[in-house]
T-cell receptor, first 111, second 111 residues
Framework: RKEVEQDPGPFNVPEGATVAFNCTYSNSASQSFFWYRQDCRKEPKLLMSVYSSGNEDGRFTAQLNRASQYISLLIRDSKLSDSATYLCVVNAMDSSYKLIFGSGTRLLVRP | NAGVTQTPKFQVLKTGQSMTLQCAQDMNHEYMSWYRQDPGMGLRLIHYSVGAGITDQGEVPNGYNVSRSTTEDFPLRLLSAAPSQTSVYFC??????????FGEGSRLTVL
């Protein structure tokens, strides 16, 4: 089983839609969780960290479910510019320093 | 604002050749890491370092060597390139447990 798993998508949604992605992780002791965004052929950039109590940044909401070992990302009022690949990141089973990436979920927002 | 600088951006090698991908950061980050990304896949951790003189293996370390003689630099060495090492390589740095800052990537082709 992979340490971090994501649905590859693509999720194809119209502008203005609400879309949600989940990411499951295998290490119950993980403490660090992040969502990164990657545009085609570019380097990943931090979208948001994920805190135990959940957190919101504008149209984006991230939540952590420790019992079921997944994190989620909700995007409201999708924009064309949200089209990208969203990468889930969790610290590894054998080291809190090692950050392991999921393979990403691709989002396409259409006009 | 240099951030994380990777060189070269593009490289073509023949099987069996050696080369070094350079990575430098000017943010005084303790943590530095190398990832590779293959088409349609997420980032896989090759090696990482939590400080000068300290390195450790990631998910896919075989065929790669690293060293960390200074806080700023973290070169990745391919001793004998193989076609399976054709990929995009990203260097990243952070404070331990913090946001990863990535270089722009190095696109390597091994013929």
């Amino acid at each position: 089983r992979k340490e971090v798993e994501q649905d590859p998508g693509p999720f194809n949604v119209p502008e203005g839609a609400t879309v949600a992605f989940n990411c499951t992780y295998s290490n119950s002791a993980s403490q660090s969780f992040f969502w990164y965004r990657q545009d085609c052929r570019k380097e990943p950039k931090l979208l948001m960290s994920v805190y135990s109590s959940g957190n919101e940044d504008g149209r984006f909401t991230a939540q952590l479910n420790r019992a079921s070992q997944y994190i989620s990302l909700l995007i409201r009022d999708s924009k064309l510019s949200d089209s990208a690949t969203y990468l889930c990141v969790v610290n590894a089973m054998d080291s809190s320093y090692k950050l392991i990436f999921g393979s990403g979920t691709r989002l396409l927002v259409r006009p | 604002n240099a951030g994380v600088t990777q060189t070269p951006k593009f490289q073509v090698l023949k099987t069996g050749q050696s080369m070094t991908l350079q990575c430098a950061q000017d943010m005084n980050h303790e943590y530095m890491s190398w990832y590779r990304q293959d088409p349609g896949m997420g980032l896989r951790l090759i090696h990482y370092s939590v400080g000068a003189g300290i390195t450790d293996q990631g998910e896919v370390p075989n065929g790669y060597n690293v060293s960390r003689s200074t806080t700023e630099d973290f070169p990745l060495r391919l001793l004998s390139a193989a076609p399976s090492q054709t990929s995009v390589y990203f260097c990243a740095s952070s404070y331990v447990g913090g946001e990863l800052f990535f270089g722009e990537g190095s696109r390597l082709t091994v013929l």
